[in-house]
């Protein structure tokens, strides 16, 4: 993605929630995590999680073999 395709998503704030996403998603797939596996978790544990272990909730921070991506 880039700068210039966020100028089409409607306003600035759709923009930023869009790149916000987009770097949730990639960042899991850099840590070898199944982005919509660990996206329904983390949406899942979010209602009963305490604010201040947000930290917890990060692709990095999830157990061994826990949504990790099968290689095809």
Same mark, same amino acid.
């Given at each position: 993605?880039?700068?210039? *395709? ?16 987009? !770097?949730?998603?990639? !960042?899991?797939? /850099?840590? @070898?995590?199944?982005?919509?596996? %660990?996206?329904?978790? #983390? /949406? +899942?544990?979010?209602? @009963?999680?305490?604010?201040?272990? #947000? @930290?917890? /909730?990060?692709? %990095?921070?999830?157990?061994?073999? +826990? *949504?990790?991506? #099968? @290689?095809?």
């Amino acid at each position: 993605m880039g700068r210039k *395709n966020y100028l089409f998503m409607g306003s600035a704030s759709a923009g930023r929630a869009a790149a916000i996403a987009y !770097t949730l998603i990639e !960042t899991a797939r /850099l840590n @070898d995590v199944d982005p919509q596996a %660990w996206l329904a978790q #983390v /949406l +899942e544990r979010i209602p @009963d999680h305490k604010i201040n272990r #947000v @930290d917890e /909730l990060l692709p %990095w921070k999830s157990a061994p073999g +826990e *949504n990790r991506e #099968v @290689d095809a």
